[in-house]
T-cell receptor, first 115, second 116 residues
Framework: GDSVTQMEGPVTLSEEAFLTINCTYTATGYPSLFWYVQYPGEGLQLLLKATKADDKGSNKGFEATYRKETTSFHLEKGSVQVSDSAVYFCALSAPSSGGSYIPTFGRGTSLIVHP | NAGVMQNPRHLVRRRGQEARLRCSPMKGHSHVYWYRQLPEEGLKFMVYLQKENIIDESGMPKERFSAEFPKEGPSILRIQQVVRGDSAAYFC?????FGQGRNEQYFGPGTRLTVT
């Protein structure tokens, strides 16, 4: 079945450091790929998405490129802020055997940014 | 435009009681998904519904759990005879249902169920 693998956290950085959170996936066909962010006590919010190979999703300084050849969708940000501290989830959406689109989520990576 | 609403936000039940969790999708969204999240774990898919139809319930336990999305009113996730292992955060998400999976999901704030 489909799966998403994220690097384990927590990732601890100082403010203004460069961020990379790795995400690789396995899926049949051509899934859409997403990054969601979850702040404490809240639900997930979409951060960015990409729907086909070589697409780059970007939002709020975060970027991720859909790499079909390496089945990856790594999240990057050039300069993190304390307010970026949250849990980040990589996800894919692909048709199930029954034809419906059921998203598959990674386990989440906790990011802690220190001042 | 109101987002996805879930209530209650916190629910405490004793073992053996029933828990009812409600989800109102975003306006115009006809697809609802329920997920369970345990500490230190990711989001586990439970069930996918459209109005009056269960599309995929492959992630839902066969016993004690049921879900519905009636023509009128919110989607309901029902857990009968709760046990301590049911304690978790339950999230609902909605999507417009078109775009063949290219659309993101919009999540509610979750219901945190505690079974004592």
């Amino acid at each position: 079945g489909d799966s998403v693998t994220q690097m384990e956290g927590p990732v601890t950085l100082s403010e203004e450091a460069f961020l990379t959170i790795n995400c690789t996936y396995t899926a049949t066909g051509y899934p859409s790929l997403f990054w969601y962010v979850q702040y404490p006590g809240e639900g997930l919010q979409l951060l960015l998405k990409a729907t086909k190979a070589d697409d780059k999703g970007s939002n709020k300084g975060f970027e991720a490129t859909y790499r079909k050849e390496t089945t990856s969708f790594h999240l990057e940000k050039g300069s993190v802020q304390v307010s970026d501290s949250a849990v980040y989830f990589c996800a894919l959406s692909a048709p199930s055997s029954g034809g419906s689109y059921i998203p598959t989520f990674g386990r989440g990576t906790s990011l802690i940014v220190h001042p | 435009n109101a987002g996805v609403m879930q209530n209650p936000r916190h629910l405490v039940r004793r073992r053996g009681q029933e828990a009812r969790l409600r989800c109102s999708p975003m306006k115009g969204h006809s697809h609802v998904y329920w997920y369970r999240q345990l500490p230190e774990e990711g989001l586990k898919f439970m069930v996918y519904l459209q109005k009056e139809n269960i599309i995929d319930e492959s992630g839902m336990p066969k016993e004690r759990f049921s879900a519905e999305f009636p023509k009128e009113g919110p989607s309901i996730l029902r857990i009968q005879q709760v046990v301590r292992g049911d304690s978790a955060a339950y999230f609902c998400a909605s999507s417009p249902g078109f775009g063949q999976g290219r659309n993101e999901q919009y999540f509610g704030p979750g219901t945190r169920l505690t079974v004592t």
